[in-house]
């Protein structure tokens, strides 16, 4: 297993830079600035407060930024032989990501519509194991700025399921979403038990699943990575209390385009038909761990 300079989605990914700033589409309500990479189908690739040039998402490779991603069978995915073994060698299932795939390839935005504070965007994914094969689905999100006191943004999640195979496959489990962050925000804490818990946030190559601490309970719905005083990203899926996560690279340092990162996702094992239309809302949101925290609570539905 190479060393941390490809991520996980949920596992080791090896992938190939390509965003520059520039290709970023953004919306800005005077408290946070949110912006979707054009070169990336569309993938949440930005996220500060507004006027700051501090990005907190890693855009360092195909498989970062904040993004969609999804699994179902076959265990083997390998239509005419474009994905045979060709991510790390291995056997890999249908696994569609917003973004690209392994190959650098990206993902096609078909439509965008921008508001002041809110983006609608549909997007063609490619899967991730294989070499330019699009996914016989579309993504589709509503993002939308607001929230207590305007400091965060609510996504709404669609994916439009129409595969030709038909087969009915196990659960696999879900991100929902993927969420990268910096360098300088390396803390993994959350909400147990009614205490706010931090977690030593690592990578570990010699597990099979090698983000640190992995698994948690977050029991308030949300998890967040925040710097060393306490600020940072949370992510909020109240469909789950299930959720993964870690930091790889070099802690306290580092900006979008560097490879120290941390990660977090809310996590269910979901089995998706071959037709389903499968929706779920997910939330970020800026600030310090008790603005993370009260932000859940006043949106809880």
Known sequence: ?????????????????????????????????????????????????????????????????????????????????????????????????????????????????????????????????????????????????????????????????HRSDTATYPGMSQELPAVYSNGPYYRLVTAENGDIREYNASFDNSKPFPWVPGAFTADENWAAMVNKDGYGMGVINFETTNFIGGFSGRKGSGGPSDAATGYIAPVKTLALAYNEKFSYTFYLVLGNIETIRAYARQVRP
Request: glycine share 10%; net charge positive.
């Open 1 to 161: 297993m190479k060393p941390p300079s490809c991520f996980a989605l949920p596992l080791l990914l090896c992938a190939v830079k390509v965003a520059a700033e520039d290709a970023f589409t953004y919306i800005d309500n005077g408290v946070v600035k949110l912006g979707v990479d054009n070169n990336r189908g569309g993938a949440i690739g930005y996220f500060s407060a507004s006027g700051s040039k501090s990005n907190i998402v890693n855009c360092y490779d195909m498989g970062r930024e904040i993004q969609l991603s999804f699994y179902a069978g076959p265990n083997f995915y390998n239509p005419d032989g474009k994905c045979d073994k060709i991510f790390r060698g291995q056997k890999w299932p249908w696994n569609p990501i917003g973004a690209g795939d392994v190959k650098g390839n990206k993902g096609q935005i078909l439509s965008k519509v921008v508001q002041k504070d809110s983006i609608h965007i549909v997007t063609k994914p490619l899967q991730w194991a294989c070499d330019n094969v699009p996914c016989d689905c579309e993504f589709e999100r509503n993002i939308t700025l607001g929230g207590p006191a305007n400091t965060g943004a609510k996504v709404e999640v669609t994916l439009h399921n």
